[in-house]
């Protein structure tokens, strides 16, 4: 079994940010501008299949609208620190890789994986979903609502952190199968059994990286007033994929440290 290394791949993350920091933050910035407008378009198609099946129906849609999207351009940051790493060289298209080869598989987990994130929201009571969505405005039932669905809450509270927990146990389960399916081409099975499979054993390192790169999140989001999330969020995707490295059948070994001057 293969093990990951936390402090690897938070170090790899850094180094692999720093050889290409002016791409993967102009990449970031763009990143957020397609994202936005894909979720405006999912937000509004959802809303129109909304009316047929009501307010779960249009969260599932623009979720997986949303999730999809997402899924296509983070792995544009995997397939650059890929071929980085491989020393070939990289322009600003490559982040678009993964629109151009093995779209497929990449397109079956994404909407899987989009899935699963909805295994405990939708849990929640009906209600709720109108109220966010706008269904209901006036104050007085909202407060009733509320009311009502805290009472819910409590008496179903168990059974929402056992899905809670579940739903943590699949999205570490199928972390690294969107990595499986975009740089190796395997298909949805494949990538789904093989990242579980490499992720459970790992499970507490993966969850003590998600740890270390929340509080470091965290903090270095406050000193520099949400200007660092351009630089956070390449450096995390980094560290995803050096996890996913770490365990792939087919590893990269070595992290390209002879480009500092490139930024």
Known sequence: MKKISPGQAIQAG?????????LYVAFTVVYFIILT??????NGVGTMFGFLGGAKVSLAISSIISGVAASFLTLGYAHVARKDQLGEPVEFGTFFDSFRVNQKPLLQVSVVTSLVGLISVIMFPDEFFNMASGQIQDPDEILMM????SVDLRESGGTLIAVGLIQLVFSIGLMFSAYKASIEGSDLFESITWSFRVSMPNFLRIFITFFILGVLTIIFTVLTLFIGLLAIIPIITLVYYDMYDQVSDDQVLGVPLDKEDSF
């Open 146 to 149: 509320l009311q009502d669905m």
């Open 37 to 42: 407008l894909i979720s405006s378009v999912g």
């Open 14 to 22: 850094w180094l692999r940010f720093k050889n290409q920091a002016a």
